[in-house]
């Protein structure tokens, strides 16, 4: 495994930039989509059972059969692969934008509402700081989530740590699957531990705890 | 004369209930007048003043404040009139004492007047000093938050002050301290208030009149003295002589 990283190195690092290219992407994507989703869903129930619905069967699709079928409007490569891996986080983020809503406090709510001020205001003053450590949470599911999908992306011509593991594959090659699982497995370990740093400061502002008692 | 509150055959019926939570609600309150409303959990207390700032909307009947129908005015201008102080005070976490206070003012761009907010800590009685001012709703004691929540509601001046159950979380000492200085700054103040409280004590040594309701109806609405010289039927009798002891 040394040897084939000490020969390889330049190909494995090209792959880890375009694993967290296309994790990033797809979450620089996903997050906006998922937050107007959430605002539409958030006025009609209707429409929420819909969607809801049509995003939970997309979610259930493989990825590798969600990637081929985009493949007739989008091509190969990382465009198709961003698509895919975007529709695939819908669900699970408006899934935690409802969840970190509901969870502040009746109460809470009720004084924001009762105060005369902009839904706006409210939300982006008010609501917002306090989801923040549930939104981040929910951050941290996705973006580890994404990551593992996005090795799939390789199949599609989209690159990234997934074309390592293909090739290693093919090859039988154990170094090349080494390698790439444990980029994998140690990118997603590193991303999470940065998302529960921030998910706790972003706890201790939410609860006025960052001011020392 | 002309009421400055008026419900006008009032009901509400909570979209996942059978029946009324409200039924034909009709009163009327003076400026400056101190209203407490007494009842039982789920009499409906709580929905009859949420109708004021329109965080319900009633089924049928209509509100009037200073004779014009609520249904007319703006959601948000309706709020910014009227001050709301719930049982676990609302405080925003993640803000100050101070920005607790004058979030509306703070939110709308509106000029933040310290004399305004040395005012209302005066008023309230809390410290005024800014380490007391900086700090977050944990770090005050439950009859502190209480008067935060109460200095907010009375931030922008309200005619009319709607209170749910304030003191209600409060150990007993704490609570008839705070009962007798809200009291005392209603009167300074004269500001129109609907008080809700299931505590007989309370509602009696507070309300200019006192509203008995039960399951959504109003049983009576007198003076503390006509409540308990002519309770209106067995029902208030029974409150009366439960509550008293």
């Not at chain 1, 009720?110 to 989801?131: D, F, H, T, V, W």
């Not at chain 2, 009576?220 to 002589?241: C, F, G, K, M, S």
């Amino acid at each position: 495994m040394i040897q084939y990283i000490s020969i390889h190195y330049m190909s494995i690092l090209q792959a880890i930039v375009e694993h967290l290219r296309l994790t990033a992407f797809s979450l620089l994507f996903s997050i906006p989509l998922a937050a107007l989703l959430s605002l539409l869903l958030f006025h009609s129930k209707t429409l929420g059972a819909i969607l809801t619905g049509f995003l939970v069967v997309i979610y259930c699709i493989p990825s590798i059969a969600l990637f081929t079928m985009l493949i007739p409007w989008f091509g190969l490569g990382e465009t198709t692969a961003v698509i895919g891996l975007t529709a695939y986080n819908q669900i699970l983020l408006i899934r935690n934008i409802k969840a970190s809503y509901e969870a502040i406090p009746q109460q809470i709510k009720e004084a924001a509402e009762s105060l005369g001020i902009s839904n706006r205001k409210c939300l982006q003053n008010i609501y917002l700081p306090l989801m923040l450590p549930y939104l981040i949470g929910g951050l941290r599911i996705v973006t580890i989530s994404t990551m593992g999908i996005a090795t799939m992306a390789a199949l599609i011509n989209a690159g990234g740590l997934g074309r390592i593991l293909v090739e290693g594959m093919r090859m039988f090659s154990m170094p090349r699957i080494l390698v790439a699982v444990i980029l994998i497995s140690g990118l997603a370990l590193i991303l999470n531990f940065i998302l529960i740093k921030l998910e706790r400061l972003a706890r201790r502002y939410a609860t006025g705890h960052e001011v020392a008692s | 004369m002309q009421s400055f509150l008026e419900y006008k055959d009032i009901q509400f019926t909570y979209q996942t209930q059978a029946g009324h939570t409200l039924n034909h609600i009709n009163f009327s309150v003076q400026e400056g007048e101190m209203i407490t409303i007494l009842g039982t959990s789920g009499s409906g207390k709580t929905t009859l003043i949420k109708l004021a700032n329109k965080l319900l909307l009633p089924t049928s009947g209509a509100i009037y404040l200073k004779g014009q129908n609520i249904a007319d005015i703006d959601t948000k201008q309706l709020r910014r009139r009227m001050g709301y102080v719930i049982q676990q005070a609302g405080l925003f976490p993640h803000m100050t004492v101070k920005e607790n206070i004058n979030v509306v003012a703070r939110l709308s761009k509106e000029d933040i007047q310290e004399a305004r907010l040395q005012e209302l800590l005066s008023l309230t009685k809390l410290p005024a000093d800014k380490d007391f001012q900086t700090r977050r709703p944990w770090q005050l004691s439950g009859g502190q938050q209480q008067r935060v929540g109460l200095a907010r509601a009375l931030y922008c001046d309200p005619e009319l002050l709607l209170m749910d159950e304030p003191f209600g979380a409060l150990d007993a000492i704490t609570r008839y301290e705070l009962q007798q200085e809200f009291l005392a700054l209603q009167q300074e103040t004269k500001t129109t208030v609907l008080f809700v409280t299931h505590d007989l004590r309370e509602a009696l040594m507070l309300g200019d009149r006192v509203m008995v309701l039960r399951d959504g109806a109003i049983q009576q609405l007198a003076t503390p003295e006509e409540l308990i010289q002519n309770p209106a039927n067995d029902y208030v009798r029974l409150l009366l002589q439960i509550g008293r002891g």
